[in-house]
Nanobody
Framework: QVLLVESGGGLVQAGDSLRLSCAASGRDFGSRAMAWFHQAPGKEREFVAAISWSGDSTTYADSGKGRFTISRDNAKNTVHLQMNSLKPEDTAVYYC????????????????WGQGTQVTVSS
């Protein structure tokens, strides 16, 4: 069993930054690809960023390239999402997700999910 707990969301203005964190408990964190997804009201859950189990590989949705950075600390069982130059369209609930094996863009490939943290960006 893997438990994921997100933190760091909040209400910010356009252009501001936020750093989301996801704390993981359970076994095999260092063997798991980790990802962030977001979901706005009335929309499907969308891929934001992912990082390989080693941290050597990362991938981003086009909307976050150049603004977002995903990182992990396997010694502390944590993964972070640094979000800079935030835009109103980034407003959503952000979820941390975990899977054994390679990174994936698809929510259905991830077995474990956190409860989400709200990010609201005002214009």
């Amino acid at each position: 069993q893997v438990l994921l707990v997100e933190s760091g969301g909040g209400l910010v203005q356009a252009g501001d930054s936020l750093r989301l964190s996801c704390a993981a408990s359970g076994r095999d964190f260092g063997s798991r690809a980790m990802a962030w997804f977001h979901q706005a009201p009335g929309k499907e859950r969308e891929f934001v960023a992912a990082i390989s189990w080693s941290g050597d590989s990362t991938t981003y949705a086009d909307s976050g390239k150049g603004r977002f950075t995903i990182s992990r600390d396997n010694a502390k069982n944590t993964v972070h999402l640094q979000m800079n130059s935030l835009k109103p369209e980034d407003t959503a609930v952000y979820y941390c997700a975990s899977r054994l094996g390679d990174m994936s863009y698809y929510p259905s490939d991830y077995l474990y999910w956190g409860q989400g943290t709200q990010v609201t960006v005002s214009s």
